[in-house]
């Protein structure tokens, strides 16, 4: 099972443009106090952002990987869905720069987030 499978996240849109993934809010997303984790917020963000990044690449031994991921919480959750929406700000040879935006299901801004990712070659 990986990481996408645990946390219920779900993808709806995958091009190298646009990216969008849904999350229907459960308990185990929840700190102590009832409200959606900060960490979940920089997963969905990080998650689309680098979905994206790798859909920029045309060899299957490149891969992007998270060097930077900044995140600001707007909104706190308690329960429902949540849609991240990330875009490219750049696209560099080996940079590329990200922007994730996370909604609830009432479209209010919840979290931004920002990350910079790195084109590796595996071996």
């Not at 849904?22 to 700190?31: E, P």
């Not at 299957?60 to 998270?66: R, T």
């Amino acid at each position: 099972m990986n990481l996408l499978e645990h946390l219920q996240i779900h993808t709806k849109e995958l091009t190298k443009e646009k990216v969008t993934l849904t999350m229907n809010v459960a308990s185990f997303h929840k700190q102590p106090y009832g409200i959606v984790h900060g960490g979940i917020n920089a997963v969905l963000i990080e998650t689309a952002c680098s979905m994206g990044a790798n859909e920029q690449f045309s060899t299957e031994n490149a891969y992007a990987v998270g060097v930077d991921l900044q995140v600001n919480h707007l909104k706190s959750v308690l329960d429902g869905t949540l849609t991240v929406v990330a875009k490219p700000n750049h696209i560099g040879g080996s940079l590329q720069v990200w922007e994730g935006k996370i909604f609830n299901e009432s479209k209010e801004l919840i979290s931004v987030g920002r990350c910079t990712l790195m084109k590796r070659i595996s071996k």
